[in-house]
């Protein structure tokens, strides 16, 4: 059993993790909406390392379609009973009248992007959050999601900033974080054409020397239509 199979089921215990998820989907919204997606209609998502589902069912209203992707099962089983129980609560609001809003057609799935290729149809939006510091195949999983992304469509991550691997601890064997430069010119060797970043949230976390302050970067690339 992996690391993230083991802490599905308690995931949702910690509240920093709800904290940090209502953070980055708010500016998620706001890049989208910067570079004119947002109100794109049958807007087409997919969220890698999805985890428990807390960030993508917080974008639910924003896209017609939501692929809710993790290589942990159990966080997948997770996703999937929340999927549920969503489903059933806006099936019980229509039943009483109640106003329930735009809610995404919600598919949560298990694939490891560092082992086999997205087949589905093509997606307007891509999104990663605390998830590319624990991929080993970085590039690799990078191109797939560029690979994924219909024309004018765009990638979002958010990351750790490089810090000195104090966040995890010595037996982590992950990134530790990231240089903002250095991998937004890694987004556009792999074709990406328009890359911004910006930090986005300031994690607190406990150390072996106290308590420290981990700055997140947003990473948004667009992918531009071919031409000819």
Request: hydrophobic share 45%; proline share 3%.
């Amino acid at each position: 059993m992996s690391e993230f199979d083991a802490r599905a089921r308690s995931w949702d215990q910690n509240p920093g993790h709800l904290k940090r998820a209502e953070a980055v989907a708010a500016d998620i919204k706001a890049a989208l909406r910067a570079c004119g997606l947002l109100e794109r209609p049958g807007l087409r998502g997919l969220e890698y390392g999805a985890g428990t589902g807390t960030l993508g069912l917080l974008l639910r209203d924003v896209f017609a379609e939501l692929i809710m992707m993790d290589a942990s099962r159990e966080m997948v089983r997770v996703m999937e009973e929340k999927c549920r129980a969503l489903e059933q609560e806006v099936q019980d609001d229509k039943q009483e009248d109640k106003q329930d809003g735009s809610v995404a057609d919600l598919h949560p799935v298990f694939v490891n992007l560092e082992q086999e290729a997205w087949t589905g149809a093509p997606v307007d939006v891509a999104f990663a959050l605390m998830v590319m510091h624990h991929v080993g195949e970085l590039e690799l999983v990078l191109r797939r999601l560029y690979n994924l992304l219909d024309e004018e469509g765009c990638l979002i991550v958010v990351d750790l900033q490089a810090e000195d691997g104090s966040f995890h601890g010595e037996d982590f064997d992950g990134h530790l974080g990231f240089e903002p430069e250095r991998f937004s010119a890694l987004l556009k060797d792999l074709g990406f054409t328009r890359v911004d970043q910006h930090i986005c949230y300031i994690m607190e976390r406990e150390t072996a020397a106290g308590l420290r302050e981990f700055p997140l970067v947003m990473w948004v690339a667009a992918k531009e239509k071919k031409v000819g």
